[in-house]
Structure formats: structure tokens, C-alpha cells
T-cell receptor
């Protein structure tokens, strides 16, 4: 257990429905990342937050994807109008970045596995 | 384009033997490299990292070697144990970037 938790662990939804996932990072970590992982592939970066500020969102897969971290603690990832191609594992990671050149080890949560029928 | 990839998708070793997992990268501007282990149903777990100004780093039973000349990274696991069975990913990052780029992974199976 890395200390990063995600909820739910599994989500099955019908195409066209909206889904929201939650990530609770390690409490003192100032950075939070979202990744998507499809079967047999490595995680693919989606977005990240520095405290409550979303500093990179150009890699979100489409405008159906959005993320928030309103108080700089937990974060949510929402997918609107889900499509079958959205089926994947969605991973959250957190780290504490103390310097621009720090090797910010990212600690991953267990992921939320999304299945879109 | 830029990529991080692994030479072999699967590796099978005998318990007690040493394992070597390889990774090739294409971006010579990468600042550091990370190895992660992912067990079934879990998120990736950090193993070891190495900055680009180093060529070797050792941890507990693991060693990472970096050859910048040929853009090659390897993870050596000594005395491989059944608990080492997992998928191993290499990843690379640049300080100027926000994202970490992962390769596709190598599945390590340890035979008793």
C-alpha cells in the first residue's frame, strides 16, 4: 500500500453515461497526476496538479475528460458521455516536488478499472 | 518520434537466478529514468531511479545500468524470487516536462 487511494476500484457503465473517479493522494504531496493504462501498455499521462492548480491538461484525451483538485488535496477525474474506447485502468499518482530538478518519485494508487459496455 | 520501449515482452527465469530486463529509449534529452514494478491488479510500484549523469545505481537486490551512448537502460535483479514476478516498466522524464513516459512493459515470470 503506497498511501494513495482510489475509489471506486471497479466501475462498469453503459456507453453515454458520465463517470467520476476519486483519488486521495499522500497527504503531504503537492503534486497529483492522472494516467490511463490500457491492457499490456504502460501508463499514459493525462494531466497533473500542483496543489490545486491544474498545470497541464493538453494531454487529456478529449474534451469529455476533465479533472479537478479543488482544495489541493483529493482529486476527481470525470469522463462525460463515455465510449467503449474509454475502457481502461485509470491511475492516480502523487509526489512531493521540492525542486525543479528533484527526481519526484511518483507513488501510484491501485487504479480504477473502467468498463464501458 | 520519441519513445521508451522494452526489448522483450516476456522473461522467464529460474528462482535464484539473476534477471536482466532491458529498455531502449530514443530521447537523448531525458534527465532521469525510473523502473516500476506492477503486480496484477495493483498500480505501478517504484523500484529504483537513475539520473542521466550517472551510469549505475544500486538498491536492495536491484541494479540499474544506464548507457547513454546507445540509449539503453537495464534493470538487474539478483537472486530472483517468486515475489518478483510482475510486469516491469521503464519510464523517462525530463525536468522541463510535466509528464513521465512509460514503455510497454516486460512480464517477468519466476519459475520455482
Amino acid at each position: 500500500d503506497t498511501g494513495v487511494s482510489q475509489d471506486p476500484r471497479h466501475k462498469i457503465t453503459k456507453r453515454g453515461q458520465n463517470v467520476t473517479f476519486r483519488c486521495d493522494p499522500i497527504s503531504e504531496h503537492n503534486r497529483l497526476y492522472w494516467y490511463r493504462q490500457t491492457l499490456g501498455q504502460g501508463p499514459e499521462f493525462l494531466t497533473y496538479f500542483q496543489n490545486e492548480a491544474q498545470l497541464e491538461k493538453s494531454r487529456l484525451l478529449s474534451d469529455r475528460f476533465s479533472a479537478e483538485r479543488p482544495k489541493g488535496s483529493f482529486s476527481t477525474l470525470e469522463i462525460q458521455r463515455t465510449e467503449q474506447g474509454d475502457s481502461a485502468m485509470y491511475l492516480c499518482a502523487s509526489t512531493f516536488e521540492w525542486a525543479r530538478t528533484s527526481t519526484d518519485t511518483q507513488y501510484f494508487g491501485p487504479g480504477t478499472r473502467l468498463t464501458v459496455l | 518520434g520519441e519513445s521508451v520501449g522494452l526489448h522483450l515482452p516476456t522473461l522467464s527465469v529460474q528462482e535464484g537466478d539473476n534477471s536482466i530486463i532491458n529498455c531502449a529509449y530514443s530521447n537523448s534529452a531525458s534527465d532521469y529514468f525510473i523502473w516500476y514494478k506492477q503486480e496484477s491488479g495493483k498500480g505501478p510500484q517504484f523500484i529504483i531511479d537513475i539520473r542521466s549523469n550517472m551510469d549505475k545505481r544500486q538498491g536492495q537486490r536491484v541494479t540499474v545500468l544506464l548507457n547513454k551512448t546507445v540509449k539503453h537502460l537495464s534493470l538487474q535483479i539478483a537472486a530472483t524470487q517468486p515475489g518478483d514476478s510482475a510486469v516491469y516498466f521503464c519510464a523517462e522524464k525530463r525536468y522541463v516536462d510535466n509528464d513521465m513516459r512509460f514503455g510497454a512493459g516486460t512480464r517477468l515470470t519466476v519459475k520455482p
